[in-house]
């Protein structure tokens, strides 16, 4: 069964549109949006191979785009 992308279209979906305007208008935005994306698709990766959920790696990871989807919610909901 395939994980489910952690995209911030998917997880934040009210702002599908300022996600958009952001991505196109803020080179920033998007420069961090696609780390997101990459520590998403490393850590999906990851989650795939089986790998423990106590691996110091791994755990890093999570923790790092936990604090960049944070860090882009927050400029998603105040950019208007």
Sequence with gaps: MPITAHTLENDFPEYEES????????????????????????????????????DEHYNSLKKQRAYLKQHLYHRIANCD
């Design 19 to 54: 996600i958009r305007r952001l991505k196109s208008e803020d080179l920033t935005f998007l420069s961090e949006s696609r780390e997101y994306e990459r520590l998403d698709k490393e850590i999906r990766g990851l989650q795939d191979s089986g790998i423990g959920t106590d």
